[in-house]
Protein backbone atom coordinates (compact mmCIF):
# COMPACT_ATOMS: atom_id res chain seq x y z
CA UNK A 1 0.00 0.00 0.00
CA UNK A 2 1.51 3.80 -1.17
CA UNK A 3 1.73 6.23 1.22
CA UNK A 4 -1.74 7.70 -0.01
CA UNK A 5 -3.71 4.99 0.87
CA UNK A 6 -1.95 4.43 4.02
CA UNK A 7 -3.63 8.49 4.53
CA UNK A 8 -6.66 7.36 3.28
CA UNK A 9 -6.65 4.76 6.11
CA UNK A 10 -5.51 7.63 8.71
CA UNK A 11 -8.11 9.87 7.72
CA UNK A 12 -11.37 7.29 7.83
CA UNK A 13 -10.00 6.31 11.22
CA UNK A 14 -10.07 9.63 11.96
CA UNK A 15 -13.53 10.56 11.02
CA UNK A 16 -11.80 12.81 8.70
CA UNK A 17 -13.12 11.16 5.76
CA UNK A 18 -17.12 9.66 5.93
CA UNK A 19 -19.11 7.92 3.88
CA UNK A 20 -22.94 8.56 3.46
CA UNK A 21 -24.96 10.97 1.44
CA UNK A 22 -23.22 14.55 1.46
CA UNK A 23 -24.56 17.42 -0.63
CA UNK A 24 -21.71 19.29 -2.25
CA UNK A 25 -21.11 22.85 -3.20
CA UNK A 26 -21.81 22.28 -6.66
CA UNK A 27 -25.46 20.76 -5.64
CA UNK A 28 -24.24 17.02 -6.26
CA UNK A 29 -25.10 13.93 -3.81
CA UNK A 30 -21.63 12.81 -2.79
CA UNK A 31 -21.42 9.45 -1.02
CA UNK A 32 -17.84 10.83 0.80
CA UNK A 33 -17.65 13.36 2.51
CA UNK A 34 -13.44 15.03 3.92
CA UNK A 35 -13.46 17.52 6.57
CA UNK A 36 -9.48 18.08 7.05
CA UNK A 37 -10.67 20.51 9.88
CA UNK A 38 -11.20 17.35 11.87
CA UNK A 39 -7.54 16.51 11.92
CA UNK A 40 -8.32 18.56 15.54
CA UNK A 41 -5.59 17.28 17.78
CA UNK A 42 -1.51 17.55 18.33
CA UNK A 43 -0.83 13.98 17.24
CA UNK A 44 -3.45 13.96 13.88
CA UNK A 45 -1.95 17.07 12.72
CA UNK A 46 1.80 16.15 13.00
CA UNK A 47 0.98 12.57 10.78
CA UNK A 48 -1.29 14.92 8.25
CA UNK A 49 1.78 17.49 7.81
CA UNK A 50 4.27 13.93 7.97
CA UNK A 51 2.00 12.76 4.67
CA UNK A 52 2.36 16.86 3.29
CA UNK A 53 6.43 16.04 3.89
CA UNK A 54 6.63 13.23 2.00
CA UNK A 55 4.48 14.14 -1.10
CA UNK A 56 6.58 17.16 -0.97
CA UNK A 57 9.62 15.18 -1.21
CA UNK A 58 8.18 12.64 -3.77
CA UNK A 59 7.15 15.40 -6.05
CA UNK A 60 10.07 17.28 -6.36
CA UNK A 61 9.12 20.41 -7.45
CA UNK A 62 12.15 22.86 -6.80
CA UNK A 63 10.77 25.40 -3.97
CA UNK A 64 12.42 27.81 -1.63
CA UNK A 65 9.85 28.27 1.24
CA UNK A 66 6.38 27.41 2.10
CA UNK A 67 3.12 29.61 2.35
CA UNK A 68 0.00 28.76 3.92
CA UNK A 69 -3.15 30.94 3.21
CA UNK A 70 -5.44 31.48 5.96
CA UNK A 71 -6.77 29.84 7.90
CA UNK A 72 -6.26 25.97 7.20
CA UNK A 73 -3.22 26.70 4.95
CA UNK A 74 -1.88 28.27 7.94
CA UNK A 75 -1.15 25.11 10.80
CA UNK A 76 -0.72 22.95 7.31
CA UNK A 77 2.56 25.53 6.32
CA UNK A 78 3.68 25.60 9.77
CA UNK A 79 3.68 21.76 10.59
CA UNK A 80 4.75 20.53 7.16
CA UNK A 81 8.04 23.25 7.71
CA UNK A 82 8.82 21.36 11.42
CA UNK A 83 7.84 17.90 9.29
CA UNK A 84 10.32 18.80 6.75
CA UNK A 85 13.17 19.88 8.99
CA UNK A 86 13.19 16.95 10.53
CA UNK A 87 13.52 15.21 6.98
CA UNK A 88 17.17 17.44 6.79
CA UNK A 89 15.00 20.16 4.79
CA UNK A 90 15.07 23.25 6.72
CA UNK A 91 12.94 25.89 4.93
CA UNK A 92 11.18 29.26 5.87
CA UNK A 93 7.63 30.01 6.05
CA UNK A 94 4.85 32.62 5.65
CA UNK A 95 0.67 32.61 6.24
CA UNK A 96 -1.40 35.62 5.66
CA UNK A 97 -4.41 37.28 7.98
CA UNK A 98 -7.85 38.18 6.27
CA UNK A 99 -7.78 41.61 7.54
CA UNK A 100 -4.69 44.02 7.99
CA UNK A 101 -3.35 44.72 11.29
CA UNK A 102 -2.90 48.15 12.02
CA UNK A 103 -0.78 48.05 15.12
CA UNK A 104 2.78 46.44 15.84
CA UNK A 105 4.40 44.33 13.05
CA UNK A 106 1.14 45.16 10.77
CA UNK A 107 0.48 44.80 7.35
CA UNK A 108 -1.53 40.81 6.39
CA UNK A 109 1.83 38.24 6.58
CA UNK A 110 3.33 36.82 9.16
CA UNK A 111 6.44 34.63 9.32
CA UNK A 112 9.69 34.43 6.93
CA UNK A 113 9.19 37.44 4.11
CA UNK A 114 7.70 36.01 0.68
CA UNK A 115 10.79 35.34 -1.69
CA UNK A 116 12.21 32.89 -4.52
CA UNK A 117 9.86 29.92 -5.46
CA UNK A 118 6.91 29.63 -3.29
CA UNK A 119 4.79 26.16 -2.60
CA UNK A 120 1.47 26.99 -1.87
CA UNK A 121 -0.38 24.65 1.22
CA UNK A 122 -3.51 24.39 1.39
CA UNK A 123 -6.39 21.06 2.47
CA UNK A 124 -8.24 20.96 -1.15
CA UNK A 125 -9.02 22.83 -3.69
CA UNK A 126 -13.13 23.34 -4.53
CA UNK A 127 -13.16 26.84 -6.62
CA UNK A 128 -9.30 27.75 -6.35
CA UNK A 129 -10.48 31.14 -4.97
CA UNK A 130 -8.11 30.62 -2.10
CA UNK A 131 -5.02 29.45 -4.62
CA UNK A 132 -6.15 32.64 -7.03
CA UNK A 133 -5.40 34.84 -3.70
CA UNK A 134 -1.78 33.14 -2.67
CA UNK A 135 -1.15 33.41 -6.34
CA UNK A 136 -1.58 37.50 -6.21
CA UNK A 137 -0.09 37.67 -2.33
CA UNK A 138 2.97 35.95 -3.86
CA UNK A 139 3.65 37.48 -6.70
CA UNK A 140 2.86 41.20 -5.75
CA UNK A 141 5.97 40.39 -2.91
CA UNK A 142 8.34 40.00 -5.96
CA UNK A 143 8.51 36.14 -5.39
CA UNK A 144 7.39 32.98 -7.64
CA UNK A 145 4.71 30.76 -7.12
CA UNK A 146 6.12 27.04 -7.18
CA UNK A 147 3.22 24.70 -6.87
CA UNK A 148 0.37 23.61 -4.87
CA UNK A 149 0.24 20.64 -2.61
CA UNK A 150 -3.24 19.64 -1.00
CA UNK A 151 -4.75 16.90 1.40
CA UNK A 152 -7.29 15.17 -1.18
CA UNK A 153 -7.99 15.89 -5.07
CA UNK A 154 -11.75 14.82 -5.85
CA UNK A 155 -10.76 14.77 -9.64
CA UNK A 156 -14.45 15.84 -10.05
CA UNK A 157 -15.52 18.20 -12.85
CA UNK A 158 -16.63 21.62 -11.87
CA UNK A 159 -19.14 23.67 -14.12
CA UNK A 160 -17.06 22.31 -16.97
CA UNK A 161 -15.46 19.32 -18.44
CA UNK A 162 -11.96 20.28 -15.97
CA UNK A 163 -11.44 19.75 -12.51
CA UNK A 164 -10.63 22.27 -9.75
CA UNK A 165 -7.23 20.79 -10.02
CA UNK A 166 -7.06 21.01 -13.45
CA UNK A 167 -8.36 24.47 -14.01
CA UNK A 168 -5.72 25.73 -11.45
CA UNK A 169 -3.10 24.20 -13.58
CA UNK A 170 -4.19 25.74 -16.59
CA UNK A 171 -4.89 29.09 -15.49
CA UNK A 172 -1.43 29.43 -13.60
CA UNK A 173 0.48 27.02 -15.17
CA UNK A 174 1.41 25.63 -11.84
CA UNK A 175 1.81 21.65 -10.72
CA UNK A 176 -0.56 20.93 -8.41
CA UNK A 177 0.07 17.52 -5.86
CA UNK A 178 -2.29 15.65 -3.56
CA UNK A 179 -1.71 13.39 -0.98
CA UNK A 180 -4.30 11.38 -1.98
CA UNK A 181 -7.03 11.38 -4.99
CA UNK A 182 -10.11 9.77 -5.48
CA UNK A 183 -8.59 6.66 -7.33
CA UNK A 184 -6.60 6.00 -4.11
CA UNK A 185 -9.74 6.47 -2.40
CA UNK A 186 -10.80 3.45 -4.57
CA UNK A 187 -7.85 1.21 -4.81
CA UNK A 188 -8.10 1.45 -0.43
CA UNK A 189 -12.07 0.43 -0.56
CA UNK A 190 -10.86 -1.92 -3.13
CA UNK A 191 -7.83 -3.38 -0.98
CA UNK A 192 -10.03 -3.48 2.22
CA UNK A 193 -13.15 -5.57 1.03
CA UNK A 194 -10.72 -8.39 -0.99
CA UNK A 195 -9.11 -8.81 2.40
CA UNK A 196 -11.85 -7.99 4.97
CA UNK A 197 -13.62 -10.97 6.15
CA UNK A 198 -17.45 -11.04 6.24
CA UNK A 199 -17.84 -9.03 8.93
CA UNK A 200 -18.27 -5.52 7.67
CA UNK A 201 -17.59 -6.46 4.16
CA UNK A 202 -21.08 -5.50 2.62
CA UNK A 203 -20.90 -1.71 4.20
CA UNK A 204 -17.41 -1.83 2.55
CA UNK A 205 -18.64 -3.29 -0.64
CA UNK A 206 -21.80 -0.51 -0.57
CA UNK A 207 -19.13 2.24 -0.47
CA UNK A 208 -16.65 1.29 -3.17
CA UNK A 209 -19.69 0.84 -5.04
CA UNK A 210 -21.20 4.48 -4.64
CA UNK A 211 -17.59 5.85 -4.98
CA UNK A 212 -17.13 4.13 -7.99
CA UNK A 213 -20.38 4.96 -9.62
CA UNK A 214 -20.24 8.69 -8.23
CA UNK A 215 -16.66 8.87 -10.23
CA UNK A 216 -18.33 7.61 -13.31
CA UNK A 217 -21.00 9.84 -13.38
CA UNK A 218 -18.51 13.46 -12.35
CA UNK A 219 -15.29 12.12 -12.13
CA UNK A 220 -11.75 13.28 -14.67
CA UNK A 221 -9.13 11.32 -15.93
Same mark, same amino acid.
Given at each position: ??????????????????????????????????????????????????????????????????? %??????????????????????????????????????????????????????????????????????????????????????????????????????????????????????????????????????????????????????? %???
Amino acid at each position: MTFSQDFIAFACDKGVLRFGEFKTKAGRMSPYFFNAGLFDDGASLGRLCDFYADTILAAGIAHDMLF %GPAYKGIPLAAGTAIALARRGRNLPFCFNRKEAKDHGEGGTLIGAPLAGRVLILDDVISAGTSIRESVNIIRAAGATPAGVVIALDRQERGQGELSAVQEVEQDFGLPVVAVASLADLIGYLRREASTLGVRGHAELERNLDAVTRYRENY %GVS
